[in-house]
């Protein structure tokens, strides 16, 4: 099984500033990594496919690169809605696997 | 637009039996993989099983093998998820998913979900 790790936890910033998310596999998942966004009490949303291909509607500020065993999320300029979970996703190997998440907070 | 409709959540005791359901709208539902993804509560997202269009193939998480079974049936527009041996580490809100049309497994489309408990 891939092991997903999403650092950190908790990320803690300001509205308007530049935060990066990471993600690291256990081993090797190519570009199949994927993120999602979930809202208190809402259902995950893609968010980037393909470690870097944004979904359909996703804001220019989402951006997405890595491939191999390290991944980032860039939100440019947070906004207030953006203070939610991240979640990214392997789909390289079976079983699919999550990274545990990382909540970005104000 | 697509639409994915969970059903079949509730309150089961341990070692109990529930089957949910998933109605697919918006979409031609034979011609897509299909999801299972799980959320305890307060906790991250855990995938639990996969489909493919025509059933010859099933993925599980090592968790659920031999306790769920995942079905469809594609002139109902319809993903089933049938749950035995159900044990306290099963409660979760359980989503149905749809993966894209490439066929790459994220997890494109999700429903509402459908909240399990597993209590006595």
């Known amino acids: 099984e891939i092991v997903m790790t999403q650092s950190p936890a908790t990320l803690s910033v300001s509205p308007g500033e530049r935060v990066t998310l990471s993600c690291r596999a256990s081993?090797?998942?190519?570009?199949?990594l994927a993120w999602y966004q979930q809202k208190p009490g809402q259902t995950p949303r893609l968010l980037i496919y393909?470690?870097?291909a944004r979904a359909t509607d996703i804001p220019a500020r989402f951006s997405g690169s890595g491939s191999g065993t390290e991944f980032t999320l860039t939100i440019s300029s947070l906004q207030s809605e953006d203070f939610v979970v991240y979640y990214c996703q392997q789909y390289n190997n079976w079983p699919l696997t999550f990274g545990g998440g990382t909540k970005v907070e104000i | 637009e697509v639409h994915l409709v969970e059903s079949g959540g509730g309150l089961v005791q341990p070692g109990g039996s529930l089957r949910l359901s998933c109605a697919a709208s918006?979409?031609?539902?034979?011609?897509?993989?299909m999801s299972w993804v799980r959320q305890a509560p307060g906790k991250g997202l855990e995938w639990v099983a996969n489909i493919k269009q025509d059933e010859s193939e099933k993925y599980y998480v090592d968790s659920v093998k031999g306790r769920f079974t995942i079905s469809r049936d594609n002139a109902k527009n319809s993903l089933y998820l049938q749950m035995n041996s159900l044990w306290a580490e099963d409660t979760a809100i359980y989503y149905c998913a749809r993966v894209p049309a490439s066929n790459y497994k994220y997890l494109q489309h999700w429903g509402q979900g459908t909240l399990v408990t597993v209590s006595s």
């Open positions: 081993q090797s998942v190519s570009s199949n």
């Open positions: 393909d470690a870097s």
């Open positions: 918006g979409f031609t539902f034979r011609n897509y993989w």
